[in-house]
């Protein structure tokens, strides 16, 4: 069907960088919007950041300015990167697409999860 694959989480001092990537495989004809979502331990899932096919992007507010979400829509890959990491912004960082398959089946498909830990 389709698999999606994180990469580039790690251990990183605060104001680091990180550069996540997450690439789509599969039966895909087309993906609409691509998003980072992130849970912290004891918090719910957050959203991060969307981007759309167009290219419209949305932020968290507490990311804004820090981070910026991009798309490779020929590789079906879109990646985050994250610049003046926090402690806080420690969590499990997933990336999740909303896929229109070869079948003309729809749905949101979401990868295992890559872990970020910010700290000194």
């Known amino acids: 069907q389709v698999q999606l694959v994180e990469s580039g989480g790690g251990l990183v001092q605060p104001g680091g960088s990180l550069r996540l990537s997450c690439a789509a495989s599969g039966s895909i004809f087309s993906i609409n919007v691509m998003g980072w979502y992130r849970q912290a331990p004891g918090k719910q899932r957050e959203l991060v950041a969307t981007i759309t096919a167009g290219g419209n992007t949305n932020y968290e507010d507490s990311v804004k300015g820090r981070f910026t979400i991009s798309r490779d829509s020929a590789k079906n890959t879109v990646y985050l990167q994250m610049n003046g990491l926090k402690p806080e912004d420690t969590a499990v960082y997933s990336c999740?697409?909303?896929?229109?398959?070869?079948?003309?089946?729809?749905?949101?498909?979401w990868g295992q999860g890559t872990q970020v830990t910010v700290s000194s």
């Open positions: 999740n697409a909303y896929v229109i398959t070869t079948a003309r089946s729809q749905f949101y498909s």
